[in-house]
């Protein structure tokens, strides 16, 4: 968007929603984080060392569906 790339940046949006997507229809969830390769985001290991390994559930506080759904409105309008 910052290159006036509207083009660009609606492929990237695609494919991440998509992939977003993907893994809700999969896991039944929407995730703190995802797979950097589209892997199931229940095998990340974000602190090795403590009980709190994973990525949480339902958790949108780090996640940025909510911006990319509306930066994918905002190329669309």
Same mark, same amino acid.
């Given at each position: 968007?910052?290159? /006036?790339?509207?083009?660009?940046?609606? #492929? &990237?949006?695609?494919?991440?929603? /998509?992939? =977003?997507?993907?893994?809700?229809?999969?896991?039944?969830?929407?995730?703190?984080?995802?797979?950097? &390769?589209?892997?199931?985001?229940?095998? &990340?290991?974000? #602190?090795?060392? =403590?009980?709190?390994? =994973?990525?949480? #559930?339902?958790?949108?506080?780090?996640?940025?569906?909510?911006?990319?759904?509306?930066?994918?409105? &905002?190329?669309?309008?």
């Amino acid at each position: 968007m910052n290159y /006036d790339r509207k083009d660009a940046a609606l #492929k &990237l949006l695609e494919r991440a929603l /998509d992939a =977003t997507a993907k893994v809700f229809d999969e896991t039944g969830t929407i995730w703190e984080f995802y797979h950097p &390769l589209s892997g199931n985001p229940e095998l &990340l290991q974000r #602190k090795p060392h =403590t009980d709190y390994n =994973t990525p949480f #559930k339902d958790y949108l506080g780090h996640n940025p569906v909510i911006a990319m759904a509306r930066l994918y409105e &905002l190329i669309n309008d």
